[in-house]
């Protein structure tokens, strides 16, 4: 396990290239003599639990009063790379800033947590990083609602540009509904409100909202699926989806009545990934 994480961890040496003896340079890519003198320590940096270098790797401290918070939150945005008794490591990558995306957290509310949690003043190099990975992240939904295939976004302009391209314009099928003036079907979604930089650090979730806002969307085969989610992906058209089933509406498949044992506990993350999943 450890060394898929150090693999995943090399394949992003692309996103975070050696520079030399660049002032920002606080360490060198593992195997090699790591220099951290550099780093300049926040005034109250004892009462911060983690390290953040310009390579992507964090480092949190486990015998800190807010290990458990940074902890949840890591998870979140990050991959574990080794977890010994003291100190665990963690590395940023494409892939797990795209799951932070996924379940609402947005690009500036991860930079701001990390800067709050982090003992010195976060790499441009990784806020850059954050940023690019991020930037069309959750502007492109594939959902599926009774058994038919729509891409969503808020974005009208994001839909006609994926339709510019000639396999997704050919796996569009016209649908009935709302449409807008760019032939797009057009409804109400609830938007999403930025809770307070604490509620984040505590669940790394972002709250529920009250406020409705436009979605466009447009329906598309379902044996172009697959067609469609690989033309999207960040090699293509950069708008990688995310991809829902609205199975509170699904009047199709029949329900699965069941439920877990009595003496069967779910473990505390167990619960937070389930919340997660069936939240709607």
């Known amino acids: 396990m450890k060394e898929?994480?150090?693999s995943s961890a090399a394949d992003d040496d692309q996103y975070y290239p050696e520079e030399?003896?660049?002032?920002?340079?606080?360490?060198?890519?593992?195997?090699?003599?790591?220099d951290f003198t550099k780093l300049e320590?926040?005034?109250?940096?004892?009462?911060?639990?983690?390290?953040?270098?310009?390579?992507g790797r964090i480092f949190l401290e486990t015998f800190s009063p807010l290990y458990k918070q940074a902890y949840d939150f890591l998870i979140a945005i990050a991959e574990p790379v080794c977890r010994p008794e003291s100190m665990h490591e963690y590395n940023l990558t494409p892939h797990s800033l795209y799951a932070a995306?996924?379940?609402?957290?947005?690009?500036e509310t991860i930079i701001a947590v990390l800067n709050k949690l982090s003992k010195t003043k976060l790499p441009k190099e990784m806020i850059d990083f954050v940023h690019a990975s991020t930037a069309n992240y959750g502007k492109v939904k594939l959902?599926?609602?009774?058994?038919?295939?729509f891409v969503e976004s808020p974005f009208p302009e994001v839909l006609k540009r994926l339709l510019s391209d000639e396999a997704i314009a050919k796996a569009r099928i016209s649908s009935e509904g709302m449409h807008g003036r760019d032939g797009f079907t057009v409804s109400k979604s609830v938007n999403e409100i930025?809770?307070?930089h604490d509620e984040l650090i505590n669940e790394a979730d972002l709250a529920a909202a009250a406020e409705e806002k436009e979605t466009h969307a447009f329906e598309i085969d379902p044996a172009q699926v697959e067609n469609v989610k690989q033309r999207c992906l960040p090699n293509a058209l950069n708008y990688p989806?995310?991809?829902?089933?609205d199975f509170r509406n699904d009047t199709v498949n029949p329900d699965l009545d069941m439920e877990l044992k009595p003496q069967a506990q779910p473990r505390p993350y167990q619960e937070k990934s389930l919340s997660k999943?069936?939240?709607n």
């Open 41 to 55: 320590l926040k005034p109250d940096h004892a009462n911060r639990p983690l390290w953040a270098c310009a390579d």
């Open 4 to 6: 898929d994480y150090r």
């Open 194 to 196: 930025e809770g307070r």
């Open 277 to 279: 999943m069936f939240g």
């Open 241 to 245: 989806m995310m991809e829902e089933y």
């Open 143 to 149: 959902v599926l609602k009774k058994n038919r295939y």
């Open 20 to 34: 030399g003896d660049d002032d920002f340079q606080d360490g060198e890519r593992e195997g090699k003599k790591m």
């Open 101 to 107: 995306v996924s379940v609402g957290l947005e690009t």
